[in-house]
Nanobody, 124 residues
Framework: QVQMVESGGGLVQAGGSLRLSCAPS????????TGWFRQPPGKEREFVAA????????SYADSVKGRFTISRDNAKNTVYLQMSSLKPEDTAVYYC?????????????????WGQGTQVTVSS
């Protein structure tokens, strides 16, 4: 069963940058899109950003617009989340998930094959 695999988390100071990567555990797996979610300490998981399989369409949460950029390299079957101007409130476990569906912006129910998550900690 395919699972998304995240990497690139770590500790960074406020105002800094970090890039997360996500790839499927089965290299040949293809989905209609890929999304990033995060779960801050003591809070529920929330949507961050998503991108279609072609890379032509993206979607962002208001809280990260202008600071985060989602992109993909289809030759590597990898999706990236470039995070800049990081704030302490961005501290969370970041998860990647595959999207199956034709709706855009994507619907929450269309995401699956969740990864184990990668910790991002932003210090003040």
């Amino acid at each position: 069963q395919v699972q998304m695999v995240e990497s690139g988390g770590g500790l960074v100071q406020a105002g800094g940058s970090l890039r997360l990567s996500c790839a499927p555990s089965i290299r040949t797996f293809r989905s209609d899109g890929t999304g990033w979610f995060r779960q801050p300490p003591g809070k529920e998981r929330e949507f961050v950003a998503a991108i279609t399989s072609s890379g032509r369409s993206t979607s962002y949460a208001d809280s990260v617009k202008g600071r985060f950029t989602i992109s993909r390299d289809n030759a590597k079957n990898t999706v990236y989340l470039q995070m800049s101007s990081l704030k302490p409130e961005d501290t969370a476990v970041y998860y990647c998930a595959a999207y199956i569906g034709s709706n855009w912006p994507p619907r929450q129910a269309g995401f699956g094959s969740w990864g184990q998550g990668t910790q991002v900690t932003v210090s003040s």
